[in-house]
């Protein structure tokens, strides 16, 4: 089962397992589920209150890349946190971005840390 650490410097570092490979079960659920306080409001990729960083710490794999929908890339490119460059490099180059929305990123079975 993958790792998800939360990490907040206002609270102590929570790390949760979540289910693997289950590609239903977003960030935000598991969040909720554990009672870690992500901020939120839409929970449909709108707003970008949920905007958290992802990082990797599994050592035994490289990073799998993830889709962005539409909805994602228009939000972290408004929030200045994505270019339509970073956007199309990290297409190409199949690797995930480190800045995601928790609402629409589907837990999948790699360690990570996410920082919000
Ligand atoms: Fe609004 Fe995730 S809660 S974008």
């Not at 990490?7 to 397992?17: A, G, R």
Request: charged share 30%.
């Amino acid at each position: 089962m993958p790792l998800v650490t939360f990490s907040n410097p206002e609270y102590k570092d929570k790390t949760v397992y979540a289910v693997a490979g289950s590609h239903t079960e977003t960030l935000l659920k598991l969040a909720k589920e554990h009672k870690i306080p992500v901020h939120h409001d839409c929970q449909d990729g709108e707003c970008g209150n949920c905007i958290v960083r992802v990082s990797s710490v599994d050592s035994k794999q490289q990073r799998m890349g993830y889709h962005l929908t539409d909805k994602e890339q228009t939000v972290l490119r408004h929030l200045g946190k994505l270019t339509k460059e970073d956007i199309e490099r990290l297409a190409l180059d199949d690797m995930p971005s480190e800045w995601r929305l928790a609402c629409q990123m589907i837990v999948r079975d790699e360690d990570i840390l996410v920082e919000y």
